[in-house]
């Protein structure tokens, strides 16, 4: 049996957008036998207390998890051995840029926009001794691809870039694409629910995860909440968070309740939910919410929502 799972970054309180995710990823892996379980990916922000009011929100709307959850920061072991690994392949390599470096190459003619052009990947032991006299180096894949296909059940195929991305920062903390990978290989998830925003980086994790010998998942990169300017949702929005809705007088069950009508779910329990959901059915486009409690109690659900 495989296993979905919600991977929270304890920065702060989750906001409705948040919550609505681990409702799917909880409704994907349900109705789909999967287990599902909870990370906590803690390796760059991580808020004192953060943690475990994220666990109790998600608690507060009735999800469950089939495992206590992990916390990145307590894998430091794992990641290490992988990279070592990777270093014994020669897959890796040292790399000095800045993000303006990168940046600024990025935007050259012919360039794809945001990529890495590959200015360290071929440095000779002269060069790489003159830079790391200058600053610490991250540590990049040197990938034999430039592109990646996925599948994802909303989305379809998607092809994205592949460049040499980064695995290991300068600072030593293991970047996003190679933990997220490893945990997700190791702890047998096969099925990956989250933001539409993380699309583009499937590609690359793919990859990473076939190199590595683990299985790909399953990928739904679902719709994002986003505000009445059309961005991403955010604590600054007001009323956005449980305990922000708890002042205007409403609760978690009816937060939940909320969060299911935006998605075309019967409101009355989860289960209720889970007896209907159906993939297919999904809302497409983002749900889009008022910031002002005293319209619709805290949000509404845009006209062009599904």
């Not at 014994?88 to 000095?96: A, N, S, T, V």
């Not at 497409?284 to 006209?303: H, Y």
């Amino acid at each position: 049996m495989g296993a979905g799972r919600f991977a929270p970054s304890p920065s702060g309180e989750l906001h409705l957008g948040n919550l609505r995710t681990a409702i799917l990823a909880w409704l994907f892996a349900r109705s789909t036998n999967r287990a599902f379980l909870m990370r906590v990916e803690d390796l760059d922000r991580a808020r004192a207390g953060a943690e475990e009011l994220q666990l109790a929100d998600l608690r507060a709307i009735g999800l469950d998890w089939d495992a206590p959850s992990v916390r990145q920061s307590d894998r430091a072991e794992i990641y290490a051995s992988v990279i070592t690994q990777l270093r014994e392949h020669r897959l890796l390599f040292e790399c000095f840029c800045t993000r303006k470096d990168i940046s600024e190459a990025s935007s050259a003619p012919h360039a794809a926009p945001g990529t890495y052009p590959g200015t360290c990947r071929n440095l000779t032991p002269t060069q790489l001794a003159a830079k790391r006299e200058v600053r610490p180096a991250a540590l990049r894949l040197r990938s034999e691809a430039t592109e990646y296909t996925i599948t994802d059940v909303l989305h379809g195929k998607f092809t994205g870039v592949v460049d040499d991305f980064v695995v290991l920062r300068n600072d030593g903390v293991p970047a996003y694409n190679l933990a997220v990978v490893v945990d997700d290989g190791l702890q047998g998830i096969d099925q990956v629910v989250r933001g539409d925003d993380l699309l583009s980086s499937a590609p690359r994790q793919a990859y990473l995860a076939n190199l590595l010998g683990y299985q790909i998942p399953v990928y739904a990169h679902v719709p994002l909440a986003l505000n009445t300017e059309g961005k991403r949702l955010a604590k600054r929005d007001g009323s956005v968070t449980l305990s922000q809705l708890a002042v205007h007088g409403i609760d978690a069950q009816q937060a939940r309740s909320m969060m299911l009508a935006s998605l075309g779910l019967p409101t009355n329990s989860l289960q209720a939910a889970l007896a209907a959901f159906d993939p297919a059915l999904l809302p497409t486009q983002p749900w889009v919410l008022t910031t002002d409690p005293a319209s619709e109690r805290g949000m509404r659900i845009a006209p062009e929502n599904r």
